[in-house]
């Protein structure tokens, strides 16, 4: 797994947003019934995500653009072993 692609809007922040994917992972994972190494690889990144950033910066750095009507998009991803993200803003529905 490279990355995984996460859009904050201003119903939902970055927290909300992560752990909803991490939760809807985590319930495929165990629907699936059998062992599935990419699935559980974003869950682990999910989890490390979640349990180690600082959602209060994460959610100014991104507010501030979200009710400017723009774009929010965070690649979460693996650095030497800990969990990193980048944050990409773009115009309204552009990707």
Known sequence: MRCIELLPDLSHCIETVAKQEFWSSVNNYMENGR????LKDKIELLKAF?????????????????????RVKFAVYWKEDKPHYEMVVTEEGKF
């Not at 062992?35 to 990419?38: V, Y």
């Not at 209060?56 to 979200?66: A, I």
């Open 35 to 38: 062992e599935n190494a990419e």
């Open 50 to 70: 979640l349990e180690s950033m600082d959602f209060g910066k994460l959610r100014s750095e991104s507010e501030q653009y979200l009710v400017q009507d723009k």
